[in-house]
């Protein structure tokens, strides 16, 4: 059977820019899956995704005018039901023959199979494939039922009465086979061949496509649209670096998902580069760069020079939807609408330094952080007595000293005129302020860093201050919801619990703090008086649950992490030491038999009660505990050795030497013994050597 390309398009109102490239991606995957499921495609058959501001597109190629038919067997009723006692046909397997198309005749040609427990009539039959109209009206309402919208709007059709529901009033839908209309219907509209171009620089209206797959071409001539999302973005990806090279030595910003934004707000992009007054500089270049962005949707310019890398400079580039031959109009207007937004913030930023941070101090009693956990300005005092705390542990009064005020200072921008404008900013702004109120540069650091990590590979804080803000930071954050119950469900996690958790294992673990886990859920609990429950268990096991998701996600085995995080080792520096020590344990010829004779030991302990790990060599009667022992006494003082001084490998593979005399003991000794004194001794040896194997890792989960 001929197969043709296939075209279908949606045009609609201008789409939700942020989700645009989502919706393109989604229309055209679960049409294709449909058709495919159907039986209208074949092995070679793909599928393009096409989305642009007004338009949801899908090309899929090699698809067939028919389904091929197929075998169906269609249970019909029990044979009990079906048959009467001389085995002749029931006015009920008739009726259902009928149905089906079948007459009397089929009776004989029916089968019999077991269906459960009882007998069934089964009809075998060909079934006709579905028709290429059939088959894409069905696919079409499923890929628009499907679609990930994040609002949907109900509009009425031109009758006035009817009414349907989509991301978006939807006004025109093509369907084509090669050259030829497929008859489909879907949001009031029927397929044809006609869409409609740039709503300004198109140059007919409508826009005849002649065939599938001339799409995307004369859409570019006759339309002046860019059809494919991917190119459209390259395109502006294009034109934005030529057009930074021609301003000199700068570079657009670096911004995928703002590109991917303006991608999805432009058919034909045009590129223009404009500029704003040098004083507005004087103002923190990431105050003028998010307002251009966030508001305007421009892409401020960066000096690339080596001696200014980096810097704002006063010209941005604009993303136009139009290419006049006379851009200066363009390039004017936009100039003329970022100046107040680029004078706001002057005016924030002026306004602010008025004050210093420490005078908003007071204000932060005023803010509700949470209505069982008290205002913001109670939390600063929680913060600041648990940096307080672990500033002097990890670096004695000066460290906590400047931990202490920088705590204090920490949240006070979120007070200020321009985070209230700009919620991104806090931290940053609260940087700023703090070197203008003359405050040292590490506490100023300490402020803006004080969020760190905000995402999966942000950067740690920059100094020592700034990490035991932030350990207390979200510490706090941490205690404070597990104790009044409000922990994460599911996907939800509106107070970031599981990233605050991944930044305490990445500060712990990357900056080898020797500092516990327990320790420091235990020593911020008090700070929160009798407004919480205790939290330190759950909390404890949510951690740890955090690290070994993330130590499964670079690359360790299940294995691995299950046998060291059994222990729960309180210094997470270490733990990435002890698993390479796992794994190169894992690769000895002994460990296999070890691991195995370690879960042994593991559950012949827990059979009985607590095992005083003790042995009186006066006990010891076997040859093969006497040997064991004396094992021992050799290898564990060495393996305990390199434990202390931190080479967990090494401390492994001294442990291997005892596979030996491990063997012989379980094959010649009873441990159970029916003497008393025997058999707690043998367990007391057990023991003892339960503790010495299981320093570094419970080598028991290595058992398979």
């Known amino acids: 059977m001929t197969t043709k390309n296939l075209l279908v398009e949606l045009f ?71 048959l009467d006692s001389a085995g002749n046909a029931t006015p009920a397997l008739l009726k259902k023959l009928a149905a089906l198309g079948a007459d009397a005749s089929s009776v004989a040609g029916l089968k019999r199979a077991l269906d459960g427990k009882a007998e069934a009539l089964f009809y075998d039959r060909q079934a006709l494939g579905a028709t290429l109209a059939e088959g894409l009206q069905k696919a079409l309402l499923d890929a628009i039922a499907k679609l990930p919208i994040p609002k949907v709007m109900t509009y009425q059709l031109a009758d006035g009465w009817s009414d349907v529901k989509f991301v978006r009033p939807a006004h025109g839908l093509v369907a084509l086979h090669g050259s030829d209309v497929v008859a489909i219907e879907a949001l009031g509209l029927k397929a044809g061949n006609t869409t409609h ?75 223009l580069v404009c500029e704003f007054e040098k004083e507005f500089l004087d103002v923190p270049q990431e105050c003028l760069i998010l307002t251009m962005k966030a508001n305007q949707k421009y892409f401020p310019l960066l000096d690339d020079s080596i001696d200014k890398k980096g810097k704002l400079t006063n010209k941005f580039l604009v993303v136009s939807n139009i290419n006049p031959k006379d851009a200066s109009s363009v390039i004017g207007g936009n100039e003329r609408v970022v100046r107040p937004r680029l004078a706001d913030a002057k005016f924030f930023f002026d306004q602010d330094r008025k004050k210093t941070l420490a005078s908003r101090v007071e204000g932060l009693g005023k803010v509700v952080y949470h209505n069982k956990l008290g205002s913001q300005g109670e939390r600063v005092e929680r913060v600041r007595a648990i940096a307080r705390a672990m500033g002097q542990q990890l670096g004695g009064d000066i460290l906590a ?71 207390a930071d979200k510490l706090e954050t941490l205690v404070g919801m597990f104790g009044i119950g409000n922990l994460p469900t599911g996907d939800k996690d509106p107070f970031a619990l599981r ?18 886990v327990v320790d420091l859920v235990k020593a911020a609990e008090p700070e929160f008086g009798d407004k919480i429950s205790a939290a330190t268990d759950a909390l404890v096991d949510f951690i740890y649950d955090r690290l070994a998701g993330s130590l499964r996600e670079q690359g360790y085995s299940a294995q691995e992490v299950d046998a060291v995080l059994a222990l729960k080792p309180q210094r997470l520096g270490d733990v990435t030491k002890r698993l390479a020590a796992v794994r190169t344990f894992a690769a000895l010829p002994e460990a296999p038999a070890l691991a195995a004779a370690n879960k042994r030991i593991g559950n012949i302990l827990k059979k009985g009660d607590a095992v005083d790990a003790h042995v009186s060599q006066v006990l010891l009667l076997e040859a093969a505990e006497i040997a064991l022992h004396k094992a021992m006494s050799d290898v564990v003082p060495k393996a305990d050795a390199q434990f202390e001084a931190g080479d967990y490998t090494a401390s492994l ?44 890792a419970d080598l028991s989960k290595l058992a398979t």
């Open 12 to 82: 609609v109102e201008e789409l939700p820019p942020k989700v645009l490239n989502k919706l393109g991606c989604a229309f055209a995957d679960v049409l294709f899956d449909q058709l495919k499921a159907q039986g209208l495609t074949t092995a070679e058959s793909a599928v393009t995704s096409f989305a642009s501001p007004r338009r949801l597109a899908a090309h899929v190629t090699y698809v067939l005018p028919q389904a091929a038919d197929k075998a169906v067997s269609q249970k019909l009723m029990p044979v009990a039901v079906g």
């Open 197 to 271: 171009g740039h709503r300004f620089e198109a140059s007919v209206d409508p826009v005849v496509l002649p065939h599938a797959d001339s799409y995307a071409a004369t859409l570019a001539k006759d339309g002046a649209v860019m059809a494919s999302f991917a190119e459209r973005r390259a395109e502006i990806v294009r034109q934005l670096d030529a057009a930074a090279a021609k301003v000199g030595n700068c570079k657009p910003i670096d911004d995928d998902a703002l590109l991917d934004e303006v991608t999805a707000l432009v058919e034909r992009p045009h590129v």
């Open 401 to 471: 000293a400047k931990a202490d005020q920088a705590a204090q200072l920490a949240k006070t921008d979120l007070v200020t005129d321009m985070v209230g404008e700009f919620p991104e900013l806090q931290g940053t702004m609260g940087r700023y302020y703090a070197l203008n109120d003359g405050l040292s540069a590490d506490v100023a650091d300490a402020i803006e860093d004080h969020y760190k990590p905000r995402f999966a590979g942000d950067a740690l804080p920059r100094n020592d201050v700034g990490v035991v803000v932030a350990l």
């Open 499 to 516: 990233r605050h958790a991944l930044g305490i294992i990445r500060m712990l673990t990357e900056k080898d703090l020797p500092v516990g």
């Open 653 to 696: 593979q001294t442990l291997a030497a005892l596979r030996a005399p491990v063997d012989d003991f379980f094959n010649g000794v009873m441990v159970n013994a029916e003497q008393m004194d025997l058999r707690l001794n043998r367990l007391g040896l057990l023991a003892t050597l339960h503790n010495a194997m299981n320093r570094v």
